[in-house]
Nanobody, 121 residues
Framework: QVQLVESGGALVQAGESLRLSCVLS????????MGWYRQSPEKERDLVAT???????TYADSVRGRFTISRDSEKNTLYLQMNRLKPEDTAVYYC???????????????WGQGTQVTVSS
């Protein structure tokens, strides 16, 4: 069973930095990509950043240049370094992994439980 566990969320002031972590565990055939998403109250869940197994990355325009996504494949851990945080970055941040459970099966997304990031002005 695949499990994703996020940590690192906190209450910080605008301009400060924070690093989120997400540990992936379980048995599966192949990992395709991982990513961070965020959701504010009464809003949809939005993409923040993704990283492929070849370490190619994508970022939302709102975070490009401030956030950095990275991963440690040996530790099966995904990171999100968030610098120069703004109040509008306040949200629950979710880790996701696109995984194939078997060679012939289709890939699907798995999600963590989320971690709260609150940025005060």
């Amino acid at each position: 069973q695949v499990q994703l566990v996020e940590s690192g969320g906190a209450l910080v002031q605008a301009g400060e930095s924070l690093r989120l972590s997400c540990v992936l565990s379980g048995n599966f055939f192949g990992l395709i990509s991982m990513g961070w998403y965020r959701q504010s109250p009464e809003k949809e869940r939005d993409l923040v950043a993704t990283i492929g197994v070849d370490d190619t990355t994508t970022y939302a325009d709102s975070v490009r240049g401030r956030f950095t996504i990275s991963r440690d494949s040996e530790k099966n851990t995904l990171y999100l370094q968030m610098n120069r945080l703004k109040p509008e970055d306040t949200a629950v941040y979710y880790c996701s992994a696109e995984i194939k459970m078997t060679l012939w099966g289709s890939a699907r997304d798995y999600w963590g439980q989320g971690t709260q990031v609150t940025v005060s002005s």
